[in-house]
Nanobody
Framework: QVQLVESGGGLVQAGGSLRLSCAAS????????MDWFRQAPGKEREFVAG???????LYTDSVKGRFAISRDNAKNTVYLQMNSLKPEDTGIYYC????????????WGQGTQVTVSS
């Protein structure tokens, strides 16, 4: 069993930065692929970034060069560093865990709100 708790969201001006954290409980955290999603008002949830057990990363095109995902298995935490934020980055950000790339998601966090003002 893995529980995920996001934090670090808030209100920031365009061009600013935030770092989101997703703290996981459970002994098998390090075995999971960890992903970040976001959902803007009136839109579907979309993939933002992901990181494998070995540290390989993947990003959606709109955040490449601005966002960085990382994980600290000793702290059971995955991070999303968000720089050069834009108003279109506004939304609720969720972390999710799945046992392998391409697999179904087993666990989701409750989400943290990110609001970028212009």
């Amino acid at each position: 069993q893995v529980q995920l708790v996001e934090s670090g969201g808030g209100l920031v001006q365009a061009g600013g930065s935030l770092r989101l954290s997703c703290a996981a409980s459970g002994r098998t955290y390090s075995n999971y692929v960890m992903d970040w999603f976001r959902q803007a008002p009136g839109k579907e949830r979309e993939f933002v970034a992901g990181i494998t057990r070995g540290g390989s990363t993947l990003y959606t095109d709109s955040v490449k060069g601005r966002f960085a995902i990382s994980r600290d298995n000793a702290k059971n935490t995955v991070y999303l560093q968000m720089n050069s934020l834009k108003p279109e980055d506004t939304g609720i950000y969720y972390c999710a865990a799945r046992p392998r790339v391409g697999g179904e998601y087993d666990y989701w966090g409750q989400g943290t709100q990110v609001t970028v003002s212009s």
